[in-house]
């Protein structure tokens, strides 16, 4: 059994200087940081390989526009997602704190939403097609989604079930209870699992949207499994079937992933497209 190393939430505190400040930066702020320099860095090495292999691709300063646009449907889409999936009757009486994204409260699966349509209105304002776009960011969203979660266990937010498996974990700012590491498993299935799988995947032109499809398969199933070790948000408990929300929303991505690879490689196989 091991004990939360109690972590302060504040990485970095300057000031107060000339009566500004202090000027606090928080390890939740530096793993979204991290997240979209490695975003920014291996979209260029992607776009590098699958042009050597001649498909088309986003040029440097498009990767850096696309992260502006995958920015905004992080955040935007990722708050609004956990407005309307996990507490939409709260912010509706208490509609002023939907901004206060500071306060906690984020949806991947908002933010996923977020980001496709970010890409949708990026794809229409560069001629390129909707798959094509898409293929080329999914193998670099992983290691953003290991920032995160790594964020979470710093935190020791989105703490595990209560077990008794021998490398269960005590959070002691939240109770003194044996608990699944569950962001660690996340760290390691949707981030570094994830990553290793899209980036094999990917390395070489795939029928279009194969590697979207696969990156909803692997994204959905392996959130799906490690949601039974984290603990279900105390507003919601389980749902239906015994399955939390996170499961819920994963199933759909699941099946229209697997119904998307079949239809891809019934399709003529092709490169990751060219501009339309």
């Known amino acids: 059994m091991f004990i939360h190393p109690t972590i302060s939430p504040i990485a970095i505190q300057i000031g107060p200087y000339f009566g500004i400040g202090p000027l606090a930066v928080r390890w939740y702020g530096l793993m979204y940081l991290l997240a979209f320099v490695a975003f920014m860095l291996l979209g260029r090495v992607h776009a590098r390989r699958l042009a050597a292999a001649g498909a ?8 850096d526009d696309l992260l502006f646009y995958g920015v905004l449907g992080v955040v935007l889409g990722g708050r609004l997602g ?9 912010y509706l009486e208490h509609w002023q704190e939907i901004p206060a994204i500071w306060s906690g409260g984020m949806s991947f699966h908002g933010g996923f939403l977020g980001v496709l349509i970010a890409a949708a209105l990026f794809a229409r304002r560069m001629d390129w097609r909707f798959f094509q776009l898409t ?3 999914a193998p670099l969203v992983p290691l953003g989604l290991a920032a995160g979660r790594m964020g979470n266990f710093i935190n020791a937010e989105l703490v595990g079930r209560v077990t008794d498996v021998p490398w269960a974990m005590i959070f002691p700012t939240v109770d003194m209870q044996p608990r699944h590491p569950s962001q660690l498993y996340q760290f390691s299935l949707e981030g570094l699992g994830l990553f290793a799988l899209l980036w094999w995947f990917s390395r070489k032109p795939r029928p279009s949207s194969a590697v979207s499809a696969l990156f909803l398969i692997g994204y959905g199933s392996f959130r799906f499994i490690a949601e039974f070790g984290r603990e279900p948000d105390d507003f919601l408990g389980l749902l239906a079937g015994g399955l ?14 697997i119904v998307m690879m079949i239809l891809a490689y019934r399709r003529q196989p092709s490169t990751h497209g060219e501009p339309a």
């Not at 088309?56 to 990767?63: E, F, G, L, M, R």
């Not at 939390?244 to 992933?257: E, I």
């Open 56 to 63: 088309a691709v986003p040029d440097v300063k498009q990767v």
């Open 82 to 90: 956990y407005v309307l999936f996990y507490k939409p009757m709260y």
């Open 135 to 137: 293929d080329f960011i």
């Open 244 to 257: 939390s929300m996170g499961q819920w929303l994963s199933l759909p991505m699941v099946l229209a992933g």
